[in-house]
Nanobody, 124 residues
Framework: VQLQASGGGSVQAGGSLRLSCVGIRGTRVINGMGWHRQAPGKERELVAS????????NYADFAKGRFTISGDSAKNTVYLQMNDLKPEDTAIYYC??????????????????WGQGTLVTVSS
């Protein structure tokens, strides 16, 4: 799958941004999509994920109550609405997707894909 993310930008603390990502898949099924972020000098971390057609949603603690993940599994899209942004939310945000497929033995296998990242800058 190829992932195309957009929506990053610069806002002041307390502002909002909405990130969008669309997956252009091949023959495999996309099992779930989500967002990670990486701040300067820090490791990449999960922000939110959406699996099983939206029936399984997971948020990092820092995202709960401020960020909302949504999407359309049929269209391979995922969105991240970010409200009440803080300077510590400044990071490159990456869209990711998990594909699943059957191997030659008939077992499910999973593979992760990443978008190019979109920069979010929050000033105080």
């Amino acid at each position: 799958v190829q992932l195309q993310a957009s929506g990053g930008g610069s806002v002041q603390a307390g502002g909002s941004l909405r990130l969008s990502c669309v997956g252009i898949r091949g023959t495999r099924v996309i099992n779930g999509m989500g967002w990670h972020r990486q701040a300067p000098g820090k490791e990449r971390e999960l922000v939110a994920s959406r699996f099983n057609g939206g029936h399984s949603i997971n948020y990092a603690d820092f995202a709960k109550g401020r960020f909302t993940i949504s999407g359309d599994s049929a269209k391979n899209t995922v969105y991240l609405q970010m409200n009440d942004l803080k300077p510590e939310d400044t990071a490159i945000y990456y869209c990711n997707a998990e594909e699943k497929y059957l191997d030659y033995e008939g077992d499910w296998e999973f593979e992760d894909y990443w978008g190019q990242g979109t920069l979010v800058t929050v000033s105080s």
